[in-house]
């Protein structure tokens, strides 16, 4: 399969339906794509997620984040309304903020096979620690792997990362 999720005519399914299905536990299969109309420009599509749910794995308890989705498209982006639900879908699913982050970059890879894509996760404190987890990818072979290094390796050397 390539990522598509679409029905006989070619069009994305759940954008505009008034009886949205909400899942109930971790569901990547209900993401969409549609066409990038300019895969030939660089550009940053930027989603956040400041209501984003899961559980702790060991106790059960609820875990709070603001989850911060960046990515340069290439041939195929990701509906809102379905990355919406996918990300809702994480509500009953245990996992650590680490696995969470790394999850939601993978599935999102697959399904669209970007150019470049970043994940940050800024999980509220628990137990008075917050947890910060940030991923990237970069397409191997190309100027985006090397901007997914550079990012990384950047990403902690500045104060900004921590607030």
Known sequence: MDGRKE????????????????????????????????????????????EFTSLCPI????????????????????????????LFSFRNHGDFHEDCVNI????LIRLMQPKYIEVFGKFLPRGGISIYPYCNYGAPGTKWEKLAWERLAGQWSSADAYQ
């Open 7 to 50: 029905n006989e005519r070619g069009e994305i399914t759940l954008l505009g339906n008034n009886h949205t299905q909400y899942p109930t536990d971790y569901q990547p299969e209900v993401l969409e794509t549609f066409p990038n109309k300019h895969p030939e420009n660089d550009y940053f599509v930027r989603f956040n997620c400041p």
């Open 104 to 107: 939601i970059m993978k599935d």
């Open 59 to 86: 106790t059960g308890q609820p875990d709070f984040a603001t989850i911060y989705i960046s990515y340069i498209p290439a041939d195929r982006m990701v509906e809102s309304k379905s990355l919406k639900l996918y």
